[in-house]
């Protein structure tokens, strides 16, 4: 089965950078698509990010398009959020997340919608 460890979190000044990491193991860019969640203190979960490996299709909430990118290291099938230009709001536990990409789409992401596999979630604090 598919895990997943995320890491990288942590506290940053508003207009500062961070990088999230996803090491997946049981997991192949070819097969999976993986992406990035959010949830805020007494807000509803928030898909981030989302990459389909194989064809390298992309999904970004509006609310961090132009600041946030998600990318991957298929020899370490590890994948990233780099963050920048970081904002207070962005503040909340990120989790990275996969999905089987048969009838997947990574616009899914914009609703609610549930990944197939999750790893543990990384704090990032923004302060202003």
């Known amino acids: 089965e598919v895990q997943l460890q995320a890491s990288g979190g942590g506290l940053v000044q508003a207009g500062g950078s961070l990088k999230l990491s996803c090491a997946a193991s049981?997991?192949?860019?070819?097969?999976?698509?993986v992406g990035w969640y959010r949830q805020a203190p007494g807000k509803e979960r928030e898909g981030v990010a989302c990459?389909?490996?194989?064809?390298?299709?992309?999904y970004y909430a509006d609310s961090v398009k132009g600041r946030f990118t998600i990318a991957v290291d298929r020899a370490k099938n590890t994948a990233f959020l780099q963050m920048t230009n970081l904002r207070p709001e962005d503040t909340a536990i990120y989790y990275c997340?996969?999905?089987?990409?048969?009838?997947?789409?990574?616009?899914?992401?914009?609703?609610?919608?549930?990944?197939?596999?999750w790893g543990q979630g990384t704090q990032v604090t923004v302060s202003s």
């Open positions: 997340a996969a999905d089987q990409i048969l009838n997947f789409e990574c616009r899914y992401y914009s609703g609610p919608y549930v990944s197939d596999y």
């Open positions: 049981e997991f192949t860019f070819a097969r999976h698509a």
């Open positions: 990459m389909i490996g194989s064809d390298g299709s992309t």
